[in-house]
């Protein structure tokens, strides 16, 4: 164990850039959201300025209505497509001043990240003097989502990206993208030259991508335009799990703070219609788990995936229905010869287990979903999920994202040497 330890905490520290981590060498060479955030609570662990640093750093590329965008370009490189030229941030007017950075955003983590950072330190004055410094930029964020965001007033936030979600290419979105009338657009991608091809998303679906970012730009990513036009407009239970959970951290932590009454209130106003709505909307009881729904057609994506369990993580089902959808996280991922857990259905025709998000197993993923099970009390499953997860690095190395067949005997895939891979199992190795 220790081994894996010392091999994660030196990946953490290669990947540190002056002020932030990159996901990976070559694949991913800037600052993204939702990595920073995992990043921050493995570096918690051992260097927790560089854990504050990680945190500041993102929120110094906020934008002035509260928007953190998905990449921080720091630096100058054209070994990632789509770059700073193609995504023209300051098209806005509230764009970062200071950074270029991405226009669209990535599932809202640092609410929680701060907490678990906390819970992590060892010097909680301090610790909390800096959450102090920072909490306000998070609550601002939160204000975004909940007033740019959510078009019926239901709690629930939308993406307008598939890039957004964090789960890129997944099987989701294959209705919604197929049916758009992409033009075949021109570009060089950079992630194939890095990467075997079959494990990345294909031109065509690149084209869809850009598509949807074309029409943001030539909105100059104004929300409502984006709200009226975009071909996809939809509710997803990890990026709304991920927000939840967050208001819940936020919370707990004002309340700690002290003198933030009105703040406090509001989160406590959007918390409790972000659950109701949780549960009366993306509910489906027929599959027995949460889905997403398409907010542009108004109908629901009947699949189930690694998503589809995450609002355990937030606290939003009842005991009852958490038994159910962790009955149907066994029934489904669960079997004796997969790893846990698969990243799409593997029981559906759809499941590719070597492609990206279609079926592979990633470490943040699995790191929400142990910490769901352990919270509900489902003692021997969340073991499982952690023992998974140790055994596929211990086995694979620190990948991107691994091969749930247990048969396979080299199941690493994407990028190597992946940041939140070594910060989450770290964080994972640590707790009891
Ligand atoms: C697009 C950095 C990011 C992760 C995403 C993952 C992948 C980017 C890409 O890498 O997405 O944002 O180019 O494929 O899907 O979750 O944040 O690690």
Same mark, same amino acid.
């Given at each position: 164990?220790?081994?894996?330890?010392?091999?994660?905490?030196?990946?953490?520290?290669?990947?540190?850039?002056?002020?932030?981590?990159?996901?990976?060498?070559?694949?991913?060479?800037?600052?993204?959201?939702?990595?920073?955030?995992?990043?921050?609570?493995?570096?918690?662990?051992?260097?927790?300025?560089?854990?504050?640093?990680?945190?500041?750093?993102?929120?110094?590329?906020?934008?002035?209505?509260?928007?953190?965008?998905?990449?921080?370009?720091?630096?100058?490189?054209?070994?990632?497509?789509?770059?700073?030229?193609?995504?023209?941030?300051?098209?806005?007017?509230?764009?970062?001043?200071?950074?270029?950075?991405? @226009?669209?955003?990535?599932?809202?983590?640092?609410?929680?990240?701060?907490?678990?950072?906390?819970?992590?330190?060892?010097?909680?004055?301090?610790?909390?003097?800096?959450?102090?410094?920072?909490?306000?930029?998070?609550?601002?964020?939160?204000? #975004?989502?909940?007033?740019?965001?959510?078009?019926?007033?239901?709690?629930?936030?939308?993406?307008?990206?598939?890039?957004?979600?964090?789960?890129?290419?997944?099987?989701?979105?294959?209705?919604?993208?197929?049916?758009?009338?992409?033009?075949?657009?021109?570009?060089?991608?950079?992630?194939?030259?890095?990467?075997?091809?079959?494990?990345?998303?294909?031109?065509?679906?690149?084209?869809?991508? +850009?598509?949807? +970012?074309?029409?943001?730009?030539?909105?100059?990513?104004?929300?409502?335009?984006?709200?009226?036009?975009?071909?996809?407009?939809?509710?997803?239970? +990890?990026?709304?799990?991920?927000?939840?959970?967050?208001?819940?951290?936020?919370?707990?932590?004002?309340?700690?703070?002290?003198?933030?009454?009105?703040?406090?209130?509001?989160?406590?106003?959007?918390?409790?219609?972000?659950?109701?709505?949780?549960?009366?909307?993306?509910?489906?009881?027929?599959?027995?788990?949460?889905?997403? #729904?398409?907010?542009?057609?108004?109908?629901?994506?009947?699949?189930?995936?690694?998503?589809?369990?995450?609002?355990?993580?937030?606290?939003?089902?009842?005991?009852?229905?958490?038994?159910?959808?962790?009955?149907?996280?066994?029934?489904?991922?669960?079997?004796?010869?997969?790893?846990?857990?698969?990243?799409?259905?593997?029981?559906?025709?759809?499941?590719?287990?070597?492609?990206?998000?279609?079926?592979?197993?990633?470490?943040?993923?699995?790191?929400?979903?142990?910490? @769901?099970?352990?919270?509900?009390?489902?003692?021997?499953?969340?073991?499982?999920?952690?023992?998974?997860?140790?055994?596929?690095?211990?086995?694979?190395?620190?990948?991107?994202?691994?091969?749930?067949?247990?048969?396979?005997?080299?199941?690493?895939? @994407?990028?190597?040497?992946?940041?939140?891979?070594?910060?989450?199992?770290?964080?994972?190795?640590?707790?009891?």
């Amino acid at each position: 164990m220790n081994e894996l330890k010392n091999k994660a905490i030196e990946i953490l520290n290669a990947n540190w850039r002056d002020g932030f981590s990159i996901p990976c060498e070559k694949l991913y060479p800037f600052q993204w959201n939702w990595d920073s955030g995992f990043i921050a609570i493995g570096f918690a662990h051992f260097d927790m300025p560089k854990a504050e640093e990680e945190i500041s750093t993102l929120l110094d590329a906020q934008w002035g209505n509260g928007f953190i965008p998905h990449i921080v370009f720091h630096t100058e490189t054209d070994t990632y497509f789509p770059g700073p030229d193609y995504f023209c941030s300051e098209l806005h007017t509230d764009a970062s001043k200071k950074y270029k950075t991405s @226009g669209i955003t990535q599932p809202p983590v640092l609410g929680f990240v701060l907490a678990e950072i906390l819970r992590i330190s060892t010097d909680k004055k301090a610790t909390l003097k800096f959450i102090e410094g920072v909490i306000d930029k998070v609550y601002d964020n939160h204000n #975004y989502f909940y007033t740019k965001r959510d078009p019926q007033n239901e709690g629930l936030v939308y993406i307008y990206h598939n890039w957004e979600s964090g789960t890129d290419n997944s099987p989701m979105w294959d209705d919604i993208i197929h049916n758009m009338d992409s033009p075949d657009y021109e570009f060089e991608r950079r992630d194939t030259t890095h990467v075997d091809a079959s494990q990345r998303p294909s031109k065509r679906e690149y084209d869809h991508y +850009l598509h949807i +970012l074309e029409i943001a730009k030539e909105h100059n990513y104004s929300d409502e335009k984006i709200a009226e036009l975009s071909p996809f407009l939809v509710q997803d239970p +990890l990026f709304n799990s991920m927000l939840t959970k967050s208001n819940e951290s936020l919370i707990e932590l004002y309340t700690l703070i002290g003198g933030n009454a009105n703040k406090i209130k509001q989160l406590e106003t959007w918390q409790e219609k972000a659950i109701k709505s949780f549960n009366n909307k993306l509910f489906d009881e027929e599959l027995g788990a949460y889905i997403h #729904y398409d907010l542009r057609n108004e109908r629901k994506i009947k699949h189930i995936s690694s998503s589809s369990f995450t609002p355990l993580f937030a606290n939003i089902p009842s005991k009852e229905r958490a038994e159910k959808l962790v009955q149907t996280l066994m029934s489904r991922f669960g079997n004796e010869n997969q790893y846990l857990c698969a990243s799409f259905d593997p029981e559906s025709e759809l499941y590719k287990p070597k492609k990206y998000w279609r079926g592979p197993v990633w470490i943040n993923l699995n790191w929400i979903l142990y910490n @769901g099970l352990v919270q509900y009390g489902f003692k021997d499953i969340s073991k499982r999920v952690k023992d998974d997860t140790v055994e596929l690095i211990a086995k694979n190395g620190f990948y991107e994202y691994f091969d749930a067949r247990k048969e396979v005997s080299k199941g690493g895939y @994407g990028g190597i040497n992946f940041s939140w891979t070594a910060s989450l199992l770290l964080d994972l190795l640590n707790k009891k």
